[in-house]
């Protein structure tokens, strides 16, 4: 584990996903920074980001359980390939990745709009 560094996991992942390392990349880009540009307008129109981290969560949990039944698909094996409980973890991490994304669209979304609404509608002003 001692020669293990960023580099030598980049280089796994071109290799293990090719072309597609760039487009997920760039889509993780894209998802990062919708987030924080998102945050920021939030805070310059003084509105609390609590509704949107709420839609957010919602958002991805429903996609998270909705993924976590695609996954067995994903890797080629069956549900009933879900035996023990490392599986299940495995199988809920894996599906926490497509869950976050949307979970970060659907924050970015709802805290655009809030910031754009009157101050009753989407919580009252920061303190």
Not at 2 to 11: C, G, I, R, S
Not at 49 to 58: D, G, N, R, V, Y
Not at 80 to 108: E, H, T
């Amino acid at each position: 584990m001692e020669d293990f560094n960023p580099v030598t996991m980049f280089a796994i992942l071109r290799e293990s996903l090719g072309p597609w390392l760039w487009g997920l990349l760039l889509i993780a880009l894209v998802l990062v920074v919708g987030v924080v540009s998102a945050a920021m307008k939030l805070r310059s129109a003084r509105r609390s980001p609590k509704h949107p981290i709420i839609a957010a969560a919602l958002a991805g949990g429903v996609a998270t359980a909705i993924f976590f039944m695609l996954v067995p698909g994903w890797t080629m094996a069956t549900h009933a390939a879900l035996n023990g409980p490392v599986d299940y973890l495995v199988a809920i991490l894996i599906a926490f990745i497509p869950g976050g994304g949307i979970a970060a669209m659907v924050f970015s979304m709802a805290s655009w709009r809030c910031a754009r609404r009157t101050p009753a509608v989407c919580d009252k002003s920061m303190a």
